[in-house]
């Protein structure tokens, strides 16, 4: 397909540029658009939290929904999204942590996102504990298994075999 632009117009550097802004836009519009990797939904955050006065850390499990404590911390899960193993990392949770004053009333002190590849983007900012997230457990949505055996087949295999190795002798 042969394409020539033209345009009226006295400078012909004036219609060059205009008709390369053209042909850059089109080739825009017949681009692909870019693959999303699968968002997996898990049902369990994992999290590392540290006390800054004993040097304790301690893994922290919760469920979405559910309220886990870390010292005066109440850390509720909300959402906890991860990706498959075969695409690049992106581990990220909703998180709600109120703390308990002396009075028995909580503060909220944080409500956000966290991302176990960025700990420090959203961090807690407490004087005495730091939470962060390290990954997200027990996939909802796995990425669809390996096909089962089709009819006439003895068995699937319970592990994918490599492919046999071909040696070429050398000369």
């Keep these: 397909m042969h394409w020539r632009c033209t345009l009226s117009s006295h ?12 042909a850059g836009a089109m080739l825009l519009l017949a681009m ?11 049902g369990k ?14 893994r922290l499990e919760a469920r979405v929904g559910e309220t886990v404590k870390f010292g005066s911390l109440k850390l509720t899960v909300r959402a906890c999204y991860s990706r498959a193993p075969t695409e690049p990392p992106k581990t990220s949770t ?11 009333k909580s503060q909220r002190i944080f409500s956000g996102w966290m991302f176990a590849e ?11 504990y730091d939470v962060w997230l390290t990954e997200c457990a027990e996939p909802k949505n796995a990425v669809a298994a390996p096909v089962a ?7 699937a295999p319970s592990e994918v075999q490599p492919p046999p190795r071909r040696f070429r002798p050398r000369r």
């Design 149 to 155: 055996a089709r009819k006439g087949d003895e068995e």
């Design 94 to 104: 909703f998180v709600q942590i109120d703390e308990t004053k002396l009075d028995g």
């Design 11 to 22: 400078n012909k550097s004036h219609t060059r540029l205009i008709c390369g802004w053209l």
């Design 118 to 128: 960025s700990p420090g983007l959203n961090a807690v900012e407490h004087p005495v």
């Design 32 to 42: 692909p658009a870019p693959a999303h990797a699968q968002r997996i939904d898990n």
């Design 45 to 58: 955050a994992v999290f590392a939290a540290l006390d800054k006065v004993t040097a304790r850390i301690q």
